[in-house]
């Protein structure tokens, strides 16, 4: 069965860095797009990147774009999202998310990330 | 990357029918079939429960069902049943994803 686990969420200080992890079981990794998602505390769900099958095309939410940069590595079946100049609107629970043909089939149970001094 | 617009929220009685809806533009819910939506219970990860305005994955109730009109998508549950009862949101995905603000179900 497809199983997502996301990893790396926790406290961090504003400016500072972290990088989340994904890793996938359960289908051939490399033959499907990945989406990171998130969701603030009380609010609703927001796009914040995906990445091809294959590595070449990534897309990015304007909120993100040029701090945030989606990656995967095939050969550890995982989805990374580095996220830099973190502030604190960037709080919030993060999913990634497998894509099947511009919908996202399955989740992970998400991993919250915190942004405070 | 402008927000769907999804009112936020509706209520229904069990066995009664609802419909959300989901209004973007022609070049988002207008422009393509690639409208979803997911079910989310609290504290737990969104579901697909329609993709490409109106398919269901396997699995899914056929009591949920998908539409659209011009820039306006819609998602309809008949005989609501209490388990029904959470948040919908509509998505929109060309090269890049678009949610909609999302609707709370409350089954009275």
């Known amino acids: 069965q497809v199983q997502l686990v996301e990893s790396g969420g926790g406290v961090v200080q504003p400016g500072r860095s972290l990088r989340l992890s994904c890793a996938a079981s359960g289908f051939t990794f490399s033959r499907y797009g990945m989406h990171w998602v998130r969701q603030a505390p009380g609010k609703g769900l927001e796009w914040v990147a995906v990445i091809s099958y294959d590595g070449s095309k990534k897309y990015y939410a304007d909120s993100v774009n040029g701090r945030f940069t989606i990656s995967r590595d095939k050969s550890e079946n995982t989805l990374y999202l580095q996220m830099n100049s973190l502030r604190t609107e960037d709080t919030a629970v993060y999913y990634c998310?497998?894509?099947?043909?511009?919908?996202?089939?399955?989740w992970g149970q998400g991993t919250l990330v915190t942004v405070s001094s | 990357q402008s927000a769907l617009t999804q009112p936020a929220s509706v209520s229904g009685s069990p066995g009664q029918s609802i419909t959300i809806s989901c209004t973007g533009t022609s070049s988002d819910v207008g422009a393509y079939n690639y409208v979803s939506w997911y079910q989310q219970h609290p504290g737990k990860a969104p579901k697909l429960m329609i993709y490409?305005?109106?398919n269901r994955p396997s699995g899914v109730s056929n009591r949920f069902s998908g539409s659209k009109s011009g820039n306006t998508a819609s998602l309809t549950i008949s005989g609501l049943h209490a388990e029904d009862e959470a948040d919908y949101y509509c998505?929109?995905?060309?090269?890049?994803?678009?949610f909609g603000g999302g609707t709370k179900l409350t089954v009275l």
């Open positions: 998505s929109s995905y060309t090269n890049t994803v678009v």
């Open positions: 998310a497998k894509d099947q043909m511009a919908s996202m089939d399955y």
């Open positions: 490409d305005v109106s």
